[in-house]
Nanobody, 119 residues
Framework: QVQLVESGGGSVQAGGSLRLSCAAS????????MGWYRQVPGKTRELVAA???????NYADSVKDRFTISRDNAKNMVFLQMNSLKPEDTGVYYC?????????????WGQGTQVTVSS
């Protein structure tokens, strides 16, 4: 099993910055990607940023040039630096690790951390 614990959420005014961290423990191998997702009430969870095992990254269009995902493979950690925050960035942010288990992908999630951006 894999356990993920996020930290770093909070409340900030528009234009401010926050840094999210996620630490993983357990049996981690064949890691395909680490990422961050956001969910707001009434909507499905959406990808914010992902760091792929081949070294590439993906970002939602709404956060490009403002958010940066990074990782520490030795410590099984992933980070999300969020700058120039906007009220629409508000939501619960979930850390995700996607591992290859046999012929399928297995997603592991953290408990979520609230980010609130006020105007």
């Amino acid at each position: 099993q894999v356990q993920l614990v996020e930290s770093g959420g909070g409340s900030v005014q528009a234009g401010g910055s926050l840094r999210l961290s996620c630490a993983a423990s357990g049996t981690i191998f064949r890691l395909k990607s680490m990422g961050w997702y956001r969910q707001v009430p009434g909507k499905t969870r959406e990808l914010v940023a992902a760091s792929i095992s081949d070294g590439s990254t993906n970002y939602a269009d709404s956060v490009k040039d403002r958010f940066t995902i990074s990782r520490d493979n030795a410590k099984n950690m992933v980070f999300l630096q969020m700058n120039s925050l906007k009220p629409e960035d508000t939501g619960v942010y979930y850390c995700n690790f996607r591992l290859r288990r046999g012929v399928i992908d297995a997603d592991y999630w953290g408990q979520g951390t609230q980010v609130t951006v006020s105007s």
